[in-house]
C-alpha cells in the first residue's frame, strides 16, 4: 500500500513528504521509499506559525489553520494520484501534556484535493488515552530500523530533540522521550541575530563556550525529569534563558553545546550504551552538533535525515489503515492504541 506522509516539526521551517509502498504486519512489516519532497513554509506564513506559538489571536489561529490546510495540499499535489492514504502530522503550536496538545493544518483540503483519506489528529488522540501526545514515531522506529542482536537509538535533532532506543525488534525494550532543545533555540538565534544558517554554524565552530551560562541552562528540571518525558518551544525560548552571553559566536556555539550535553546526559541517565545512534532532522546537518555528539556516542547520520519523521507518519497511518496498534504505551505514558481520526474525499 502506497501512503503519503506529511511531517511538520518544532523546527517550523516547512514540510516534509515521504510516499512510501508497504507491506505486511507487525512484527514484520517491509517498506520502501518512492520519493521525498522537502517544502519549506514561505517566510510570512512561516513567521505567523511561530506567532501562533506566542500571542496570535483567535482569528490569526483559525486563519492559519485554514492557511497550513491549503499550504499541505499544494506541498502534496504532485503525489495525487500516487498514494492511496495521507497520514498529516499538522504543525504543533503548543504542546503542553497531559492538558493539551494543539496542531494546525485543515486536513480536509488534502482529502478533497487528493481523492484519498487522510489520517490525522495521533497527538490528541494519544493524549486523551492518557499518553503525553510524543514521541508518536517510536513504534515506526522499532519497526524500520530493528535489528537481530542489536542495541539501537534513533535520535531526531529537530527544533526538540528526541531519542528512541530498543533491542533487537522487541517492543518490551522500547524506550523513548525527548531530552530537551534541539535546535529550536540555535535557529532562534540565528534570526535574532539576521545570519544565514551557514554564518551561524561558521561562527559557532571557531568560539568558546560560555560554561557559567551552559552550567545555569543545564540546571532546568526538565533534564531530570524520568522518562516518558515530552517538551515544546512553549519551553526552549531564547528569552527564558539567563544569563545570555553577549558575543554572538559564544551564544551560538553554547546553545549547541545545551544540545549536545542534555543529549549526552539523557544516554547516560536513562539509556546506557548503545551499539549505534542514528541521528536525524534538520540538526543532523550541522556538523557542530554532530561532531559534540560524536565524541562520546555511536552516530552515523542518516542519508537523507529529513526522512526518517515523515516516514514513520506513514507507518503510522498504514497501521492504523490496517487496524493495528501503532502508538505503544511505554512511549508516550498513555497505553497502547490505534492513534488517528480519518476524513474522507
Not at 70 to 79: H, Q, T
Request: aromatic share 8%; glycine share 10%.
Amino acid at each position: 500500500m502506497r501512503i503519503l506522509g506529511l511531517m511538520s516539526g518544532t523546527s517550523a521551517d516547512g514540510v516534509d513528504l515521504v510516499l512510501a509502498e508497504f507491506t505486511g504486519s507487525p512484527p514484520e512489516v517491509a517498506h520502501r521509499v518512492l520519493a521525498h519532497r522537502e517544502v519549506a513554509y514561505p517566510e510570512e506564513l512561516r513567521m505567523r506559525v511561530l506567532r501562533a506559538m506566542r500571542h496570535a489571536d483567535t482569528q490569526e489561529i483559525a486563519l492559519l489553520h485554514h492557511d497550513l490546510g491549503r499550504f499541505y495540499l499544494e506541498a502534496a499535489f504532485p503525489f495525487r494520484g500516487s498514494a492511496e492514504l495521507v497520514a498529516l502530522s499538522g504543525q504543533t503550536i503548543w504542546h503542553e501534556p497531559p492538558r493539551a496538545t494543539f496542531q494546525l493544518g485543515e486536513p480536509s483540503y488534502l482529502a478533497l484535493g487528493l481523492g484519498v483519506p487522510v489520517v490525522y489528529g495521533f497527538r490528541a488522540v494519544d493524549l486523551a488515552a492518557g499518553g503525553q501526545g510524543a514521541p508518536l514515531v517510536a513504534y515506526p522506529d522499532l519497526l524500520l530500523y530493528g535489528e537481530v542482536g542489536r542495541r539501537m537509538a534513533v535520535h531526531n535533532l529537530g527544533g526538540i530533540s528526541n531519542l528512541t532506543s530498543f533491542q533487537d525488534q522487541d517492543p518490551g525494550t522500547l524506550l523513548a522521550f525527548d531530552t530537551g532543545p534541539g535546535i529550536c533555540l540555535f535557529d532562534e538565534a540565528v534570526e535574532s541575530l539576521g545570519l544565514s544558517l551557514e554564518e551561524a554554524v561558521a561562527l559557532a565552530e571557531g568560539a568558546h563556550t560560555d560554561e557559567e551560562a551552559l552550567q545555569a541552562w543545564l540546571a532546568h528540571p526538565y533534564f531530570g525529569l524520568p522518562p516518558p518525558k515530552t517538551t515544546g518551544r512553549e519551553v526552549w525560548r531564547l528569552d527564558a534563558l539567563r544569563p545570555l552571553p553577549q558575543d554572538p559566536a559564544a551564544l551560538l556555539r553554547t546553545l549547541l553545546e545545551l544540545t549536545a550535553r542534555s543529549v549526552l546526559e539523557a544516554y547516560r541517565r536513562f539509556v546506557g550504551e548503545v551499539d549505534q545512534v542514528l541521528l536525524a532532522g534538520g540538526g543532523a546537518r550541522n556538523r557542530v552538533l554532530v561532531r559534540l555528539l560524536a565524541q562520546h556516542l555511536p552516530v552515523a547520520v542518516m542519508e537523507n535525515p529529513k526522512v526518517r519523521e515523515p516516514l514513520a507518519f506513514a507507518l503510522l497511518g498504514y497501521l492504523y489503515r490496517l487496524g493495528e496498534v501503532n502508538v505503544l504505551g511505554r512511549a508516550t505514558g498513555g497505553r497502547d492504541l490505534r492513534a488517528g481520526q480519518v476524513v474522507a474525499p
